[in-house]
């Protein structure tokens, strides 16, 4: 499911115009986005959880020399599903 039919779902089932839907939309996904920019942890109870993990510089290699490199610190984000969302996948 991509964006767009997420905005079409939301459409149908709230009864709203298109551009409600995809303004709603585009509400949730900013204000969580920006939330991780933050280092905050973002949290739907029952489906997921998103975070952002951080990583140390370390040495690593070019895997077409051989030669060695430093690796950056970097911050990622991250999902992990919750309970009720395994469950109802793995049914």
């Known amino acids: 499911m991509n964006k767009l039919e997420i905005i079409s ?17 585009q ?11 933050q280092g905050e942890r973002v949290e739907i109870r029952g489906l ?8 140390k510089s370390y040495t690593g290699r070019n895997p077409k020399t051989g030669e060695r490199v430093t690796i950056k610190p970097k911050k990622l984000p991250f999902f992990k ?8 996948v793995d049914y």
Do not use: D, P, Q
């Not at 997921?48 to 990583?55: G, L, N, R």
């Not at 599903?81 to 109802?88: A, I, N, P, Y």
């Open 48 to 55: 997921c959880s998103f975070f952002v993990k951080e990583y």
């Open 27 to 37: 509400i949730f996904f900013n204000n969580m986005a920006e939330a991780m920019a």
């Open 81 to 88: 599903s919750g309970k009720e969302l395994k469950e109802r």
């Open 9 to 25: 779902t939301l459409k149908s089932e709230a009864n709203i115009s298109k551009s409600e839907a995809a303004r709603v939309v």
